[in-house]
């Protein structure tokens, strides 16, 4: 066991539980997209760090595949998230 | 850089790390909330980075702090315009009643417990021996791959499939946003230094994203962080408050939209016809095909994201005309 993967896994199980709290308990959906972008950060991180193979050594890089997949696909997510607030905001806004 | 520099180094960056989080979602105005979680993914891509993933740091840097970024902020401003700091409603924010309260550490002590059980589940399976079967089975048939990068293989061609759904999903998150609406205003023209600036950063950055692609098959880079690259170009361009930022119109746009899952099926429904597996290339061809197929998936990427920058579908003149009808009768309402 790596010092370093356990003090990045460690600090990412952190991460997911900052944002899942945030997440649920956030009044602006704006901020909730935020919340989930910072939960999904913390996932990525317990990835590459159970992917670090120490120093000098090659990582494993299906996690790193994965992980880069996954920064996409949260991007889109975020950008259809928005679009949707703004819909909902605008309907709020005619009522 | 010896063990106990490392590690205090290690520290730091994760006691920002955390900090940053924290601080970002701690407050309630959305501006300083976005900005925390941009310097967020920043300390995070020096994170991958300390973690010898370069490819990773690369996206997250482009992506998840600068287009996230820049997608959080425009929806901030498109919800205040005029006012630079924005609270939540306060009578919906939940500080207010006792009951509040009790669900409030209800939450936090549920959101404690998954983090003990993520961490428990971690270290558990750190403490038994490394499975390096898919590791070395990479490392094995990396020759016959077509790239010598060990990510860009894994993306394009032992997990190609994955890639292939990933822009389907990319696509259809453009396709929702188009169908919500129409576009958010344009930025005012900037003054003579930033746009100076620009002149000089978006040849730059074309010229960076070509790099990105092409260095991509056998060392860190591919068509993700370079259609990053490339819509960042847009971005500066609109923020400058040019109309024209380099998306084309129409039919040619959409061609663009649907290039990388096109060309990717394509391929693989040719090599289907040839007797081969779906997207199982001949080892002679890969790298060229690979190359093919992360072109088109770069440009359908930089679309999307500059599309969902931009908040709808470009407006044709007779379009925009009808928009500004339908605000005109909204003011009067």
Known sequence: MLTAQVLYGLTACVIVALGLRGALLHASLLQRVVAINVMGAGVFMLLIAVAYRGPGLPPDPLPHALVLTGIVVAVSATALALALARRLHAEQDND | ?333
């Open chain 2, 1 to 333: 850089m010896n063990t106990t520099n490392l590690l205090v180094f290690d520290g730091l960056l994760l006691f920002s790390i955390v900090g940053l989080a924290w601080a970002s979602l701690a407050t309630t105005d959305e501006r300083r909330s976005v900005i925390l979680f941009m310097a967020f993914g920043l300390v995070l891509a020096v994170a991958w980075g300390r973690l010898l993933a370069p490819d990773v740091a690369l996206a997250e840097a482009a992506i998840g702090a600068g287009l996230s970024g820049a997608l959080l902020l425009a929806a901030v401003r498109k919800q205040s315009p005029g006012s630079s700091h924005t609270h939540a409603n306060p009578d919906r924010n939940y500080s207010e009643s006792g009951a509040k309260v009790v669900l409030q550490w209800l939450v936090t002590l549920l959101c404690a417990a998954l983090a003990g059980t993520l961490a428990w589940a971690l270290l558990h399976a750190l403490s038994s021996a490394p499975h390096d079967t898919l590791p070395r089975a990479i490392s094995d048939n990396l020759v016959a791959s077509g790239v010598s990068n060990p990510v860009t293989a894994v993306l394009l061609n032992f997990r190609a499939y994955d890639t292939l759904l990933e822009l389907a999903v990319l696509l259809t998150a453009v396709l929702g946003i188009f169908s919500l609406g129409q576009t958010t205003p344009g930025y005012q023209p900037a003054g003579p230094v930033f746009d100076g600036l620009v002149r000089w950063l978006v040849p730059v950055l074309i010229l960076t994203a070509g790099y990105l692609l092409w260095v991509g098959a056998h060392a860190p880079g591919g068509a993700f962080q370079a259609g990053a690259t490339l819509a960042a170009a847009g971005v500066v361009l609109r923020l400058t408050g040019r109309s024209r930022i380099g998306l084309p119109d129409g039919f040619v746009l959409r061609i663009i939209m649907a290039a990388g899952v096109g060309v990717f099926l394509l391929v693989g429904l040719t090599l289907l016809l040839l007797g081969r597996p779906f997207l199982g290339y001949p080892p002679a061809w890969a790298g060229a095909l690979i190359l093919l197929i992360e072109t088109a998936a770069m440009l359908s990427i930089a679309a999307t994201l500059l599309l969902a920058f931009v908040g709808g579908q470009p407006q044709s003149t007779a379009v925009n005309a009808a928009a500004n009808r339908q605000r005109e009768e909204n003011s009067r309402c």
